[in-house]
Structures are given as C-alpha cells and as structure tokens.
Antibody
Framework: QVDLQESGPGLVKPSETLSLTCGVSGFSISSGRYWAWIRQPPGKGPEWIGSIYHTAKTSYNPSLKGRVTLSIDTSKNQFSLKLTSVTAADTAVYYC??????????WGQGTLVTVS | EIVLTQSPVTLALSPGERATLSCRASQNVNEYLTWYQQKPGQAPRLLIYDASKRATGIPARFSGSGSGTVFTLTISSLDPEDFAVYYCQHRDNWPAIGFGGGTKVEV
C-alpha cells in the first residue's frame, strides 16, 4: 500500500508563497512514476497543478503562469510544491498523488490551504 | 486545450437504479479517458482508466465505454455507497491532465 501525506501551513497571506510537502511511504519514489499535485477549490472540480518525475523532470499547468515550482528529494522520499504570489483564488484543498498512465492511483488525504 | 464537459451536473436516483453519466471531450482523446469517484471529505478514487478498464478493487457494477469524444460511465445498480461526485479526466500531452466539472449522483 502506497501512502501519501501532505504537510504545510494551512493559512497563507496574499502575495506570499504557499509551500507544501508530500511524504511518501510504501513505495520508493526513486523507483519511477510521476508524482503530482492537484488542487480543488471549495465546491469545485479538481485542477492539475503539475507533476514531477524521480529524475526531477517537471511539467506544469500553463494556467498557473510560472508561479509553480516542484521539487523532489529522493533521500527523504518526498516531493514539494511552491506557489508564489498567492491570492484568494488559490484557496483550495491541495492533494498530492502518484501518477501513472492509467491515472492518479494513490492520493494523500488533502490539506486545506486558505489565503487570507 | 481539451475541455471535458460532464452531464448531467446532478443525477437524482434511488438505490438499485441504473446510473448513466456522460463525459464529452472537445477534441479526440482516443480511449485515454479516466473516471474517478469522490465522496465528501475524501480524495478522488480511481475507478476506470483507458475508457473501459476497471482499476484494482473496483466492483463490476461500474463500467466505462466510449472513444474519441464521447464517453459513458455506467453504474448498473446503485449501491448506497455509490452516491458521490464523479469526474472524468483526459491525459492529452501526459503528464499534463485535465478534469471535467463533475456529476453528482444523489438520492
């Protein structure tokens, strides 16, 4: 069983940087697979933020206009998200997940981040 | 950019009834369409991938069909635990992915 757990501040001030980390257990992220961040504003559908491979190759959602940076630390079996210049529109539940061609097969429980 | 449109937005049914959910893509996605189920306060759960393949542990009452731009998720006989929101997802230009707006199946 692959377990993922998001961690980070639940409250971020406007114009500041949102930082989250996803710890992975039950699977070595250096083994492969993409690792993704997804967010879901209250009452809305999910939105893909970006994905990172174990080699640190990244892919980002263009709609976030260069505000996103993903990083990976294989020694700690975790990966991280930074989102700069946040506004109230960035308030959402943020999920990390393991990504395969078949889909997002393992998810964290999600963490609510409020921008205020 | 591919847009996924799900219909209906809300589907009101009773346990034991058949549910038919639609997902339409603005461009051809071949068979690369995934379905998720999400219950309140939980992360989405992978149900169907490649349009018609059930993910590990998914009951046989869930089935998917379609290709190109028109896709359907069918729940043959609704179990009380199936009342939830369902999302479709494409993987055009993977690992970039996109989601539909969701269909809520309610009692």
């Amino acid at each position: 069983q692959v377990d993922l757990q998001e961690s980070g501040p639940g409250l971020v001030k406007p114009s500041e940087t949102l930082s989250l980390t996803c710890g992975v257990s039950g699977f070595s992220i250096s083994s492969g697979r993409y690792w993704a961040w997804i967010r879901q504003p209250p009452g809305k559908g999910p939105e893909w933020i970006g994905s990172i491979y174990h080699t640190a190759k990244t892919s980002y959602n263009p709609s976030l206009k260069g505000r996103v940076t993903l990083s990976i630390d294989t020694s700690k079996n975790q990966f991280s998200l930074k989102l700069t210049s946040v506004t109230a529109a960035d308030t959402a539940v943020y999920y990390c997940a393991r990504q395969t061609l078949d889909g997002l097969d393992f998810w964290g429980q999600g963490t609510l981040v409020t921008v205020s | 950019e591919i847009v996924l449109t799900q219909s209906p937005v809300t589907l009101a049914l009773s346990p034991g009834e058949r549910a038919t959910l639609s997902c339409r893509a603005s461009q051809n996605v071949n068979e690369y369409l995934t379905w998720y189920q999400q219950k309140p306060g939980q992360a989405p759960r992978l149900l169907i991938y490649d349009a018609s393949k059930r993910a590990t542990g998914i009951p046989a009452r869930f089935s998917g069909s379609g290709s190109g731009t028109v896709f359907t998720l069918t729940i043959s006989s609704l179990d009380p635990e199936d009342f939830a929101v369902y999302y479709c997802q494409h993987r055009d230009n993977w690992p970039a992915i996109g989601f539909g707006g969701g269909t809520k199946v309610e009692v």
